[in-house]
């Protein structure tokens, strides 16, 4: 299955999404978005997402809440308002926690520990207010940087109880990094790969990945190319594009080669399941009810995560906001 992340989000509708199907000829099976702690839930876009048929999957990202804090019940009475929020969705909604954890860019960065404490008490929270329709992903970077022992991705998992989907990050930078250089797509992904599997036997998806352009002109389109039919990845059942030119041109239209590697791709298979890049996820569920931990209810923060300002504000008196906070995933300013 394929997905995308497009700067524009899903805030108001799905225009832009669409207007990139539009481009590529074919449609995309998960929408990506990003917000932040500084919002609550806003129900519209997961809404919009699910009745046009598509899986959301929604990056939820801390800023300076810290892991003490958020274990020690600080911020229950949010999550659980984001908890309630997700459990009158109309399908399943896929969130993703602390991404990249192990990438020195991050501010969850550099204590696995606080941080499987802290996943887990948000996980038994939403268990607790019996979100059921919540699949949580863990999306480690390919690479852990700094390359040491304790930040090893293995380090921040917290256990098959907590994770419904395992998940990688990687880019090809190309020339944007010499140091780096161009890496080909299952070079890219081969080592965290093989590292993300021996965690668990959930559901992979590689949640964030893209290409810069090449030094010749059909580079990119070729390592798109063997991105939608590579079978190096077998346990592999989604790929969600990260389309915004930000640090490189990621985006699919960044070239006309480029573009066109994705319209044959949707044009030869017209719907039509390939190894990779088409598979429809499992939704796992858990065998066993979560044990749930009880906090303090501390009123926090406040409304949704885009450009429509939400009508409520959390109970601590963050106030509403209508800015974009996470529109492109500020997490990506430094590495991959």
Do not use: C
Request: charged letters at 25%.
């Amino acid at each position: 299955m394929l997905g995308a992340f497009v700067p524009a989000g899903v805030w108001n509708d799905l225009a832009p999404l669409r207007e990139l199907e539009d481009r590529v000829g074919g449609a995309f099976g998960l929408a990506h978005w990003y917000t932040s702690w500084d919002f609550a839930y806003d129900p519209v876009p997961v809404d919009d997402v699910l009745a046009a048929g598509r899986i959301p999957l929604v990056t939820w990202q801390t800023h300076n809440e810290a892991f003490d804090d958020i274990v020690a019940g600080a911020y229950d009475a949010y999550i659980r308002e984001w908890a309630h929020g997700v459990r009158a969705a109309a399908g399943t909604v896929y969130v993703r926690i602390f991404p990249e954890m192990n990438g020195e860019w991050t501010p969850w960065n550099g204590d696995p520990e606080g941080l499987k404490r802290a996943w887990r008490h948000i996980v038994e929270l939403f268990a607790a207010e019996d979100a059921t329709n919540v699949r949580w992903v863990f999306s480690p970077n390919v690479t852990d940087e700094p390359r040491t022992p304790e930040n090893a991705m293995e380090r921040y998992y917290p256990g098959d109880d907590y994770v419904d989907v395992l998940g990688l990050d990687g880019y090809n930078w190309g020339e944007t990094k010499p140091l780096i250089g161009w890496r080909s797509y299952e070079d890219v992904f081969k080592d965290g790969y093989a590292r993300i599997t021996r965690l668990g036997g959930q559901p992979l998806w590689l949640a964030e990945v893209a290409s810069a352009e090449g030094e010749k002109a059909g580079d990119k389109a070729a390592w798109v190319d063997d991105m939608l039919n590579s079978t190096a990845f077998p346990r592999v059942e989604a790929i969600v594009w990260f389309n915004e030119d930000k640090e490189a041109d990621w985006r699919i239209e960044s070239s006309l080669l480029s573009l066109q590697a994705f319209r044959s791709y949707f044009r030869s298979r017209q719907g039509a399941e390939s190894p990779q890049a088409a598979r429809a996820p499992a939704a796992p569920a858990r065998a066993q009810p979560i044990a749930v931990r009880t906090g303090t209810d501390v009123a926090v923060a406040a409304p949704a995560g885009g450009t429509r300002p939400s009508s409520s504000a959390g109970a601590g008196g963050r106030p509403a906001s209508s800015t974009t906070v996470f529109a492109g995933g500020e997490h990506h300013a430094l590495g991959r």
